[in-house]
C-alpha cells in the first residue's frame, strides 16, 4: 500500500535553519526545487511506477455534455430499418421520455487499413484510426449530468473524491518542476464546477490549476503571474523570506496539509514567471502550425495542450466549450455534425503533431464524455436523450493498440453488451498504461484507504500493445 506522509516537511525545514533563515539566498527556492525534484523518485515510493509505464502523460480530450454513439463511433443500420418503432430494449432509465427509434443521418467511412467505420464529419481524425483503439461497449452509473460527470472524472457519483488528474500526479509526481502536473483547459465551467478537476482529501498541490482557455494571452490565463513593482531579484529575497515565515511556523505543526499546499504553490508560482509565459503562448509557433490546428477556441487548447505535454506536464485535460455543448437534446442531426466538424481538425493535427515529435508513443490520448446518448428521439424535436448504458470513447498514442475495436452494443446502441467496460476498468486502463496498479494506489483518510477505482476496476488488457 502506497501512503500518504509529510516526509519531506522535516528535510526541507532543516535545509532552511541550517543555512539560518536563507532571507538572501537568491537561489534558495530553486534550490529547493532541485533537491526535491532530485530526490522524489530515489525516497518516495510515490513517485516511482509500480512496474515500467507504457505512457509518461495523458491528454484526456472531454466531450462534456456526453456525444452520441451512433453518430460517431458506433454505426446502427437497425435504427433505419425499424426507424419510429419503439422496441423493448428502448425501455431504459433516461433524463426525459423518449419516444421511437431515430436513423442516424451520419454515412459511416471504413478508414485506415484496420477498416474500422468513422463517421463522414471525421474527415481528417479518420487518418488516425489505426492508431486508437475503440472502445463500443462503455457503461456508467447514471442518466444525469453532475452524477456521471463525477463518475468519469472522480470515480464516484457524487463530488467528493480526488480526480483523475489528482490521483495522477500524487502516485507519479511531475516531470517539471516550473509548470503545475496537472492543468485543466476549460472555457467556463461544467455542471459541477472546479470539483471535477479537484484533489479532495489528497494534499492540495494535486489539485488541477485550471486555465479559461477563452483568451490565450498568457497573461490572461494566468493573470498577475508577473510581478510589475519588483525585479526578479527583489522577488527572490521576498519570496524567500515569506517562505522561511512559514516553514518556520509549519515546523510546529508537521502534516498541515494546507499550509504545506500554500508553501508549495508560492515557490511554484515564482518559478512560473519564466516557464509559462513561454509554454503558454501559442503564438509562438510557425503560424502554419497553428492553422494547421484551426482558429477555434477548441483547436488552439489542442495546440496549448500539445505545448504543454511536451515540457512535462503529467496530466492535461480540454474540455470542449462552457457547460455541456455536446448535450443534444434537441436539433441533434445539425449539432452533432458541427461539434464533429469543430473538433475533427484540431484532434486530428494534435495527433499528428505529437507523431511527428516523436512524442505519441508516450503520450495518452483520452476521448470521451460522461455518458452517449439514446438512439430513440427525445419528444418530437429530434433530440437524443442522455444514455449511460452504452456509448463509445477511443484511446490512442501510449501503449494503445491501435487499429482495435473492444467490445459492442445491443443492435440499436442502447447497452454494452460484449466485453463490457466500466468507467472504473477505463480508469484502471489508463493508470496501468502510465505503471501504475491501481489496487495499490491508495490513500489513507477518515479511517479508510481510498482509491480512484474503490473497490472495482478491471484492467482492459485487449487494448494495450
Same mark, same amino acid.
Given at each position: 500500500?502506497?501512503?500518504?506522509?509529510?516526509?519531506?516537511?522535516?528535510?526541507?525545514? *532543516?535545509?532552511?535553519?541550517?543555512?539560518?533563515?536563507?532571507?538572501?539566498?537568491?537561489?534558495?527556492?530553486?534550490?529547493?526545487?532541485?533537491?526535491?525534484?532530485?530526490?522524489?523518485?530515489? *525516497?518516495?515510493?510515490?513517485?516511482?511506477?509500480?512496474?515500467?509505464?507504457? #505512457?509518461?502523460?495523458?491528454?484526456?480530450?472531454?466531450?462534456?455534455?456526453?456525444?452520441?454513439? %451512433?453518430?460517431?463511433?458506433?454505426?446502427?443500420?437497425?435504427?433505419?430499418?425499424?426507424?419510429?418503432?419503439?422496441?423493448?430494449?428502448?425501455?431504459?432509465?433516461?433524463?426525459? !421520455?423518449?419516444?421511437?427509434?431515430?436513423?442516424?443521418? %451520419?454515412?459511416?467511412?471504413? #478508414?485506415?487499413?484496420?477498416?474500422?467505420? %468513422?463517421?463522414?464529419?471525421?474527415?481528417?481524425?479518420?487518418?488516425?484510426?489505426?492508431?486508437?483503439?475503440? /472502445?463500443?461497449?462503455?457503461?456508467?452509473?447514471?442518466?444525469?449530468?453532475?452524477?456521471?460527470?463525477?463518475?468519469?472524472?472522480?470515480?464516484?457519483?457524487?463530488?467528493?473524491?480526488?480526480?483523475?488528474?489528482?490521483?495522477?500526479?500524487?502516485?507519479?509526481?511531475?516531470?517539471?518542476?516550473?509548470?503545475?502536473?496537472?492543468?485543466?483547459?476549460?472555457?467556463?465551467?461544467?455542471?459541477?464546477?472546479?470539483?471535477?478537476?479537484?484533489?479532495?482529501?489528497?494534499?492540495?498541490?494535486?489539485? #488541477?490549476?485550471? /486555465?479559461?482557455?477563452?483568451?490565450?494571452? $498568457?497573461?490572461?490565463?494566468?493573470?498577475?503571474? *508577473?510581478?510589475?513593482?519588483?525585479?526578479?531579484?527583489?522577488?527572490?529575497?521576498?519570496?524567500?523570506?515569506?517562505?522561511?515565515?512559514? !516553514?518556520?511556523?509549519?515546523?510546529?505543526?508537521?502534516?498541515?496539509?494546507?499550509?504545506?499546499?500554500?508553501?508549495?504553490?508560492?515557490?511554484?508560482?515564482?518559478?512560473? &514567471?519564466? #516557464?509559462?509565459?513561454?509554454?503558454?503562448?501559442?503564438?509562438?509557433?510557425?503560424?502554419?502550425?497553428?492553422?494547421?490546428?484551426?482558429?477555434?477556441?477548441?483547436? *488552439?487548447?489542442?495546440?496549448?495542450?500539445?505545448?504543454?505535454?511536451?515540457?512535462?506536464?503529467?496530466?492535461?485535460?480540454?474540455?470542449?466549450?462552457?457547460?455541456? $455543448?455536446?448535450?443534444?437534446?434537441?436539433?441533434?442531426?445539425?449539432?452533432?455534425?458541427?461539434?464533429?466538424?469543430?473538433?475533427?481538425?484540431?484532434?486530428?493535427?494534435?495527433?499528428?503533431?505529437?507523431?511527428?515529435?516523436?512524442?505519441?508513443?508516450?503520450?495518452?490520448?483520452?476521448?470521451?464524455?460522461?455518458?452517449?446518448?439514446? $438512439?430513440?428521439? &427525445?419528444?418530437?424535436?429530434?433530440?437524443?436523450?442522455?444514455?449511460?448504458?452504452?456509448?463509445?470513447?477511443?484511446?490512442?498514442?501510449?501503449?494503445?493498440?491501435?487499429?482495435?475495436?473492444?467490445?459492442?452494443?445491443?443492435?440499436?446502441?442502447?447497452?454494452?453488451?460484449?466485453?463490457?467496460?466500466?468507467?472504473?476498468?477505463?480508469?484502471?486502463?489508463?493508470?496501468?498504461?502510465?505503471?501504475?496498479?491501481?489496487?495499490?494506489?491508495?490513500?489513507?483518510?477518515?479511517?479508510?484507504?481510498?482509491?480512484?477505482?474503490?473497490?472495482?476496476?478491471?484492467?482492459?488488457?485487449?487494448?494495450?500493445?
Amino acid at each position: 500500500m502506497i501512503n500518504s506522509n509529510s516526509q519531506n516537511v522535516f528535510s526541507r525545514r *532543516k535545509m532552511l535553519q541550517s543555512v539560518g533563515g536563507g532571507f538572501g539566498m537568491m537561489s534558495l527556492a530553486g534550490m529547493l526545487a532541485a533537491s526535491e525534484a532530485s530526490a522524489a523518485t530515489k *525516497k518516495n515510493p510515490r513517485q516511482t511506477p509500480h512496474f515500467a509505464p507504457k #505512457a509518461k502523460r495523458v491528454i484526456f480530450l472531454f466531450m462534456s455534455g456526453g456525444p452520441s454513439q %451512433v453518430d460517431t463511433f458506433d454505426p446502427k443500420p437497425a435504427l433505419k430499418k425499424y426507424a419510429g418503432q419503439r422496441p423493448k430494449s428502448a425501455d431504459i432509465r433516461t433524463a426525459s !421520455k423518449t419516444m421511437g427509434l431515430l436513423p442516424s443521418p %451520419v454515412k459511416f467511412i471504413n #478508414a485506415g487499413k484496420s477498416g474500422i467505420p %468513422v463517421s463522414e464529419h471525421f474527415q481528417h481524425l479518420s487518418k488516425h484510426v489505426d492508431d486508437m483503439a475503440i /472502445i463500443r461497449s462503455m457503461h456508467t452509473d447514471f442518466p444525469n449530468h453532475a452524477p456521471a460527470l463525477c463518475m468519469m472524472n472522480l470515480g464516484t457519483l457524487t463530488p467528493t473524491r480526488p480526480s483523475l488528474g489528482s490521483w495522477l500526479t500524487y502516485g507519479l509526481g511531475t516531470e517539471n518542476q516550473n509548470l503545475p502536473g496537472f492543468l485543466a483547459l476549460c472555457p467556463g465551467k461544467p455542471v459541477v464546477g472546479p470539483k471535477l478537476w479537484g484533489s479532495a482529501f489528497l494534499p492540495g498541490k494535486h489539485q #488541477a490549476t485550471h /486555465i479559461n482557455n477563452k483568451d490565450l494571452s $498568457p497573461e490572461q490565463m494566468i493573470p498577475y503571474l *508577473k510581478n510589475e513593482a519588483l525585479s526578479s531579484s527583489e522577488q527572490k529575497k521576498q519570496l524567500d523570506l515569506v517562505q522561511a515565515i512559514n !516553514k518556520q511556523h509549519l515546523s510546529s505543526r508537521a502534516g498541515d496539509n494546507e499550509l504545506e499546499t500554500r508553501i508549495k504553490s508560492m515557490e511554484l508560482a515564482y518559478r512560473m &514567471q519564466f #516557464a509559462a509565459t513561454d509554454a503558454f503562448d501559442i503564438s509562438l509557433e510557425p503560424e502554419k502550425l497553428q492553422e494547421a490546428y484551426g482558429k477555434s477556441e477548441f483547436s *488552439k487548447a489542442c495546440l496549448l495542450a500539445r505545448r504543454l505535454s511536451e515540457r512535462g506536464v503529467r496530466f492535461v485535460q480540454v474540455y470542449y466549450g462552457n457547460r455541456q $455543448p455536446w448535450d443534444t437534446h434537441s436539433n441533434h442531426d445539425k449539432s452533432n455534425e458541427r461539434l464533429c466538424k469543430d473538433i475533427d481538425q484540431p484532434i486530428a493535427q494534435l495527433m499528428t503533431d505529437l507523431k511527428q515529435r516523436g512524442l505519441l508513443d508516450e503520450t495518452l490520448i483520452v476521448w470521451g464524455g460522461e455518458f452517449g446518448r439514446t $438512439p430513440t428521439a &427525445q419528444g418530437g424535436i429530434n433530440g437524443r436523450d442522455h444514455n449511460p448504458f452504452g456509448f463509445c470513447m477511443w484511446m490512442a498514442g501510449g501503449g494503445i493498440k491501435g487499429g482495435t475495436i473492444h467490445g459492442a452494443s445491443d443492435e440499436f446502441g442502447f447497452r454494452a453488451m460484449q466485453d463490457k467496460v466500466h468507467v472504473h476498468d477505463l480508469h484502471a486502463t489508463i493508470l496501468h498504461l502510465m505503471g501504475i496498479n491501481h489496487e495499490r494506489l491508495t490513500y489513507h483518510y477518515s479511517g479508510r484507504d481510498f482509491r480512484l477505482t474503490d473497490v472495482a476496476g478491471e484492467v482492459v488488457q485487449n487494448i494495450i500493445a
